[in-house]
């Protein structure tokens, strides 16, 4: 069993629609990154969490300590917003490495 | 907020010579930097984390003689990958880390294709 688990794996929306990525993670993970790719391009990290949540624009991240679950929500998506979003959990016993998420492949239509 | 510049962004090398990719912190002192590896359509790779002024810590796997790692400032870690093949070829990726945070901050990646 991997200790972050994402879904779903590729998720296609129509421009404007409301999209939830989900994420779980094992005991030790101490805190959460989501971060985003695009086809052919680099790393961004959206947020850092460690508890409660955090908005930044249109992109809200939310963490359940208790449930070991994260959210990303994307409001009002557009075609811009189409990359591979990861969740990386921050692994205190693996001296602060990241254990990654497979990936969210999200497609937004116009 | 904090920024990792890698250097060169694409290499493009011949079979059997060394390429050196670079990977800055720029406004802020890296403790800990980590070089990844990723191939298409893949995740990321942890290859070896690197602590300024101590030798490097590598994966399972990964050949140290082959991806050597130097920190020799907070501001800076090298990946020299040696004798290339074309195998080699990948997108490799560092971040940087600063003990009191949680975060990592990540570089833009260097796309390494050998001929």
């Known amino acids: 069993k991997n200790e972050v688990e994402q879904s779903p794996q590729n998720l296609t929306a129509q421009e404007g629609e409301f999209i939830t990525i989900n994420c779980s993670y094992s005991?030790?993970?101490?805190?959460l990154h989501w971060l985003q790719q695009h086809p052919g391009g680099g790393i961004v990290s959206l947020f850092m969490?460690?508890?409660g949540k955090k908005k930044h624009g249109r992109l809200i991240a939310t963490i359940n300590i208790q449930e070991k679950h994260s959210s990303l929500h994307i409001t009002a998506s557009h075609p811009r917003d189409s990359a591979v979003y990861i969740c990386?959990?921050?692994?205190?016993?693996?001296?602060?490495?990241?254990?990654f998420g497979a990936g969210t492949i999200l497609r937004v239509k116009s | 907020g904090a920024v990792v510049s890698q250097h060169p962004s694409w290499v493009i090398c011949k079979s059997g010579t060394s390429v050196k990719i670079e990977c800055r912190s720029l406004?802020?002192?890296?403790?800990?930097m980590f070089w990844y590896r990723q191939f298409p359509k893949q995740s990321l790779m942890l290859m070896a984390t690197?602590?300024?002024?101590?030798?490097?810590?590598?994966e399972q796997g990964v050949e140290k003689d082959k991806f050597l790692i130097n920190h020799a400032s907070l501001t800076l870690s090298t990946l020299t990958v040696t004798s290339a093949h074309p195998e080699d070829s990948s997108f490799y990726i560092c971040?940087?880390?600063?003990?009191?945070?949680?975060?990592?901050?990540f570089g833009p990646g260097t796309r390494l294709t050998v001929t």
């Open positions: 971040s940087a880390w600063t003990s009191g945070s949680y975060e990592q901050y």
């Open positions: 005991v030790g993970i101490s805190a």
């Open positions: 969490l460690s508890s």
């Open positions: 990386a959990g921050l692994h205190m016993e693996y001296g602060n490495k990241l254990v």
């Open positions: 406004d802020f002192q890296a403790t800990t």
């Open positions: 690197s602590n300024e002024g101590s030798k490097a810590t590598y």
